[in-house]
């Protein structure tokens, strides 16, 4: 039998996990405060979710989804991304007829077949948000403040919020041709994937990572040069607003998503700290993608997702929330592991994280326990403290001593 953990996947122990607790309860609260809504939709579904919405030809599709056939010969996917199921949830709900706008955010693990490496996991999860129901470019300005807002709750500096617009379904076939051209003469110099996607998608190639191709598109030609006029505007929009809202930003043509939903706005914040693996959130516009999932014609729709093993990276080494247990109880006697025992149940019945020993260890060996918990206070109960019905406390920063009452212990610290 093999007992390690599958390739690319992670075991978090405290005290990562706090840091991880640290972002998903930072998230919630910054994003309730924009009117964004927990949805949890499910980790497998129908395969097509993803084929059909994120696209054939795209790294996800073609390379890295988990899927196999269930018992009843279902073909289901392990989900790559979030939004995927949220707009099949929103379209089979009917959720657009209960509200005009609709926001929620989500966070959980997301499964993609990739090379292991820093940064880049098999499972890793997400925190993602989508808002349904508005092509305005303030829903857009104030997504992106949203994050801008989180990410600065989280600590996290040296961020470079990346946007661009990749217009629609009207002006991208244009562009398409533009790129076309400009890759002509360089076709023997792409790698051989960007040779595939030139055929059937030249865009993919402004999002391909190799070193050499990021280097030819350097002078290609700018999507933004090819907005139609509603697609511009659009875009200057959101510009005027993240300034007037104080949102730092740089425009990046070359930011081509490589998923096939995307329309108008994408976006993606850049951390320095992260190697080659150095975006931590991602995402843009949508404003098909419902109606493709049977949904009504028209409704726009947004989002982005975070990284958070990134995330985590970046902050770890900073956090200083950590818990401590309030008190560790050593025992001396029989009896006295008894009282211990009655007492951090009380203690933790009321609330206050209490640790106890588990073997009959002498004192100091339960002195260097509760050093090692990093408890706050020790209180040591012997033979002579039952008798007495008070026992010494110890205060482990300090290292001050009082006597405290043994039916006083509670109260003391609740
Ligand atoms: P990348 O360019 O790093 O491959 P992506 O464009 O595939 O990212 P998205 O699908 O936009 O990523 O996902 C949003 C965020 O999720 C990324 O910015 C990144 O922080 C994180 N992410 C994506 N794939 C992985 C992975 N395999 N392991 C860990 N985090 C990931
Ligand atoms: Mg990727």
Not at 35 to 48: A, S, Y
Not at 209 to 234: F, T
Not at 313 to 320: A, G, V
Request: glycine share 8%; net charge neutral; aromatic share 10%.
């Amino acid at each position: 039998m093999n007992h390690r953990g599958v390739k690319g996947t992670q075991d978090i122990f405290t005290p990562e996990v706090e840091v991880w607790r640290f972002i998903e309860s930072t998230a919630s609260r910054v994003f309730e405060n924009f009117g964004f809504q927990e949805i949890r939709v499910p980790i497998i579904e129908h395969t097509d979710v993803f084929t059909r919405s994120i696209g054939e030809t795209t790294d996800i599709v073609e390379k890295e989804m988990y899927t196999f056939q269930d018992k009843g010969g279902r073909s289901i996917t392990l989900r790559p991304e979030g939004t995927a199921p949220v707009v099949r949830a929103f379209v089979q709900h009917s959720l657009y007829a209960k509200r005009p706008i609709n926001k929620f955010y989500y966070t959980g693990p997301m499964f993609r077949y990739e090379r292991p490496q820093a940064g880049r996991y098999r499972q890793f999860q997400q925190i993602g948000v989508e808002a349904f129901g508005s092509d305005d470019p303030r829903l857009d300005a104030e997504m992106l403040l949203m994050l801008k807002l989180l990410l600065e709750k989280l600590g996290l500096k040296d961020l470079d919020c990346q946007v661009n617009s990749i217009g629609c379904p009207e002006c991208r076939p244009g562009y398409m041709d533009v790129v076309r051209a400009y890759f002509h003469d360089l076709y023997g110099e792409l790698c051989s994937e960007c040779q595939r996607r030139f055929e059937i998608n030249p865009l993919r190639i402004m999002d391909c990572k190799a070193p050499k191709c990021r280097e030819l598109r350097v002078g290609a030609p700018s999507v933004l040069d090819y907005l139609d006029n509603d697609c511009s505007r659009h875009f200057n929009a959101l510009t005027g607003m993240l300034q007037a809202l104080e949102v730092p930003y740089t425009v990046n043509p070359n930011l081509i998503r490589g998923l096939d939903y995307y329309t108008r706005t994408t976006f993606e914040v850049i951390a320095s700290g992260l190697g080659a693996q150095n975006a931590v959130a991602a995402g843009g516009r949508y404003d098909g993608l419902v109606a493709e999932f049977g949904g009504p014609e028209k409704t726009p729709a947004l989002g982005f997702a975070i990284g958070v093993e990134r995330m985590v990276s970046l902050i770890k080494e900073t956090y200083k929330h950590r818990r401590r247990p309030a008190l560790f109880i050593a025992a001396l006697s029989k009896e006295a592991e008894k009282m211990a025992l009655i007492l951090s149940g009380r203690l933790r019945g009321k609330g206050v994280w209490t640790e106890i020993s588990y073997d009959s260890a002498s004192l100091k060996s339960q002195m260097r326990r509760a050093d090692k918990l990093n408890a706050e206070y020790v209180l040591i109960i012997g033979e002579e403290e039952l008798k007495r019905g008070s026992a010494p406390l110890r205060n482990m920063n300090t290292k001050e001593q009082v006597d405290l009452w043994l039916d006083k212990v509670v109260e003391q610290f609740t």
